[in-house]
């Protein structure tokens, strides 16, 4: 097995969101990849085994094992185009969320990945008391989506982590409409052990599709507030998101 650490939606060291990535050349127990992404304690390590054509790819928190994470598809894939394919434009994997395709172009990598599928929900007591700011909408899929007025208030937020583990949804995601870009957003999923995530793929595929609707736009520069922070461009094509980003080695 080799290891990396990428930072992803990001082309500059220290920003974006880590991920490690473990390529191997045949699967371990679960219980040791579990033991690996614990002693890491990254929000996400991947685990990749190629099988054929394709890249088998599973991902890992600290808290367990989640069955979709855009940041660790993204730095699987840098890993691989660098380090494995370097002749290939195109790489398939392999998941529980079925195939998902990355390409490279140029210094960004695309993911194809599918939309999830909301639906509103009542903004009730206990979302505004985890929050501290009551929402003005909320929907909810495998996670829950939280919409504010106003990009300060998503800053601004400091939410209350035992509360919201008390909250329906895996993750839990808030946004507003932003100034410079399409929308801001934050993630957290104290659930898994992750009290605030920094840049998020798979939030977007939920994300992304409320505003493509609210704007009317197909295209999305979205941006995800962390401290860390990290951009993200988006195309809303029906039941399907794809999410370009960059990607740089930390080790």
Same mark, same amino acid.
């Given at each position: 097995?080799?290891? /990396? ?7 500059? *060291?220290?920003?974006g969101?880590?991920? &490690?990535?473990?390529?191997? #050349?045949?699967?371990?127990s679960d ?8 002693e ?16 088998? *790819? ?8 989640? #069955? ?15 380090? /494995? ?26 993911m ?12 009730t007591?206990?979302?505004?008391? &985890? *929050? ?7 929907y909810?899929? =495998?996670?829950?989506l939280?919409? *504010? ?28 409409p932003? =100034?410079? /870009?399409?929308?801001?957003?934050r ?5 898994? &052990?992750?009290s ?13 599709? /409320? ?16 401290? =860390? ?9 029906g ?9 740089v080695?930390?080790?």
């Open positions: 097995m080799k290891q /990396y650490i990428v930072d992803a939606f990001t082309d500059i *060291l220290f920003h969101n880590q991920a &490690a990535v473990c390529v191997m #050349d045949e699967w371990i219980e040791l990849m579990q033991n690996i992404a614990k890491n304690n990254f929000s996400e390590t991947a685990f990749t085994v190629k099988e054929g054509d394709n890249y088998h *790819l599973r991902w890992f928190t600290p808290g367990g094992e989640i #069955d979709f994470c855009g940041h660790a598809t993204l730095g699987a894939s840098f890993v691989l185009f660098n380090f /494995y394919e370097k002749e290939k434009n195109e790489i398939s994997f392999v998941t529980q969320v079925g195939k998902l395709i990355v390409t490279r172009e140029k210094d960004e990598y695309v194809d990945m599918p939309a999830y599928n909301c639906q509103p929900v009542p903004v007591n206990e979302m505004e008391d &985890a *929050l501290g700011v009551k929402p003005i909408e909320a909810l899929d =495998r996670d829950l939280m919409v *504010l007025e106003t990009e300060d208030q998503v800053k601004n937020l400091s939410p209350d982590i035992e509360k919201m583990k008390l909250l329906e949804g895996l993750t839990i995601a808030v946004t507003s932003g =100034r410079e /870009y399409d929308s801001v957003s993630v957290f999923v104290p659930k898994l &052990a992750i605030e995530d920094p840049v998020t793929g798979s939030s977007h595929c939920m994300i992304a599709p /409320y505003w493509s609707e609210k704007l009317g736009k197909k295209e999305l520069n979205c941006y995800q507030a962390s401290e =860390r922070g990290g951009e993200l461009k988006i195309k809303v094509l039941d399907r998101v794809k999410i370009a980003g960059k990607a080695l930390f080790s």
